[in-house]
């Protein structure tokens, strides 16, 4: 399972509250990302991350922050949670095996906005 | 932009061969990966290719590839109840992201 982990793993939040979801993984694997799941659209990158403190923005962005302050963290987070952003949030790792960058997934968070 | 669509649903009984089918707009040479989900769990790579190749077998599981087309195919043999799930086709982005189908629920009739 490439040895990560997400917390919380369900949360329920109100209109305008700040969320921070927090994918840690214990590999040491430089690149980590986060996509969004919603019926219909598959799985979305929010952002990603190549290293300590470099970050980059994927395809659906606004709304989203991210910070990697250590190798093992990536944390996201929802400054003012709005509805649209109720979904379930997946962190994913890169791993360099059999000459491709293969993508491993955490077991995702539940994130329901009323 | 990538574009990866994918039919939504498919039935198939205990014992058939699956087929679920993926197409593809960005033709640069890169790998697709076929991730499998099982409910309320995160996904699981089941196999990949890289564009030059036509087909890779692994098990049960038979990837078919058509550059000219665009069209990527996993096939499952010998299908169980235990391989009900929904089947994402991904495609590398270049940028070590991932593209993603919007899945196939696969629905195993006993």
């Known amino acids: 399972d490439a040895g990560i982990t997400q917390s919380p793993r369900h949360k329920v939040t109100e209109t305008g509250t700040p969320v921070t979801l927090r994918c840690h993984q214990t590999?040491?694997?430089?690149?980590m990302y986060w996509y969004r799941q919603d019926p219909g659209h598959g799985l979305r990158l929010i952002h990603y991350?190549?290293?300590?403190?470099?970050?980059d923005k994927g395809e659906v962005s606004d709304g989203y922050s991210v910070s990697r302050s250590k190798t093992e963290d990536f944390l996201l987070t929802l400054e003012s949670a709005t509805s649209s952003q109720t979904s379930v949030y997946f962190c994913?790792?890169?791993?360099?095996?059999?000459?491709?960058?293969?993508?491993?997934f955490g077991p995702g968070t539940r994130l329901t906005v009323l | 932009g990538e574009d990866v669509e994918q039919s939504l649903f498919l039935s198939v009984r205990e014992g058939d061969s699956s087929v679920i089918n993926c197409t593809y707009t960005?033709?640069?040479?890169?790998?697709l990966y076929w991730y499998k989900q099982e409910p309320g769990a995160g996904l699981q790579l089941l196999t990949y290719?890289?564009?030059?190749?036509d087909m890779k077998q692994d098990q049960r599981l038979t990837v078919l590839l058509n550059k000219k087309d665009k069209h990527l195919s996993l096939r499952i043999a010998d299908t169980q109840t235990g391989d009900s799930a929904i089947y994402f086709c991904?495609?590398?982005?270049?940028?070590?992201?991932?593209?993603f189908g919007s899945g196939t629920r696969l629905q195993v009739q006993p």
């Open positions: 994913a790792i890169s791993e360099s095996k059999g000459g491709t960058d293969t993508q491993y």
């Open positions: 590999e040491n694997h430089r690149y």
């Open positions: 991350s190549y290293g300590v403190k470099d970050t």
């Open positions: 960005d033709s640069s040479s890169t790998y």
């Open positions: 290719i890289f564009s030059n190749m």
């Open positions: 991904a495609k590398d982005t270049g940028r070590r992201a991932l593209t």
